[in-house]
């Protein structure tokens, strides 16, 4: 451990020494599925997740010391299962197509890496890069993973995937009432982008993000010279990285640098990967 555990606004944080390169999060919780069902039910909203729903803790309210139907709601199994089922898409595809996996069913999630997860950890890499210095605008990783996992449409390689994704995230970003929504699809009744409303410059910066990030990888993903490739690419995701990627590749096509070469460098560079029993925004 490198310090004593600290305290966070809705969870607390273990932090571990350098060399690990870990941390934990430790959210407490109850079951809350029932009461989940019922407050949907009511609104006559999806309970499909309902089940696995739970509450949590969050010290900025005022009945954070009691154990109360006010505390905030959260549902990682349910958003993990979700998520699940946008990665089976392509799964299935790649075992018709005589691919590495011949029973989606009985491989373990943990060793499926599929182009969705790996364009969403390389989109993550690019705002990381972006936004150094400006952490508070920086977009959160839920929207990320949940705006990429609505636009994927089973692409086969993560070039096409990033691409697909990138055309299509903000398809998928409601404006009612004038404010933006980005309801939880376990739970219509939480907005991932709340925050947007008394922070107009964080939907700015998403904005300004993904206008970014398309017109780079997509300028990436029409090249075919490896030296061009590594320029346009590596202010995205760090010139280490892309020179990595570029040296690697040897003779590769721009397709195949965007998929193998990049992905296998940004998980080298410590990236947090994509979390299938995430869901929630603990800190």
Known sequence: MERPVRERRRCWTLDYADGA???LDAVPALSNGQDQRVL?????????????AIAI???????????TNGWPRSNPKGYGKWFRERVVVAVERRRRAGGVYADVESMPTYKIKTPLQSAIMILKRHRDMMFVGRGDERPISIILTTLAAHAYNGELTVGTALVAILARMDHFIQFVDGRYVIPNPTDPLENFADKWEAHPERAEAFFEWLLHAREQF??????SLRQQI???VASGVGRPVAERARDRSFGLAAPALLTEGI??????AQETPVRLEG???NA
Do not use: K
């Open 230 to 232: 590594t320029e346009v």
């Open 263 to 268: 992905v296998r460098n940004v998980a080298e």
């Open 21 to 23: 390169q870990f941390h």
């Open 57 to 67: 803790t969050d010290n900025e309210t005022p009945n954070y010391e009691q154990i």
């Open 279 to 281: 869901g929630g925004r």
């Open 218 to 223: 997509t300028q990436a993903a029409r090249l």
């Open 40 to 52: 949907l039910e009511a609104r006559g909203l999806d309970q499909r997740w309902a089940d696995t």
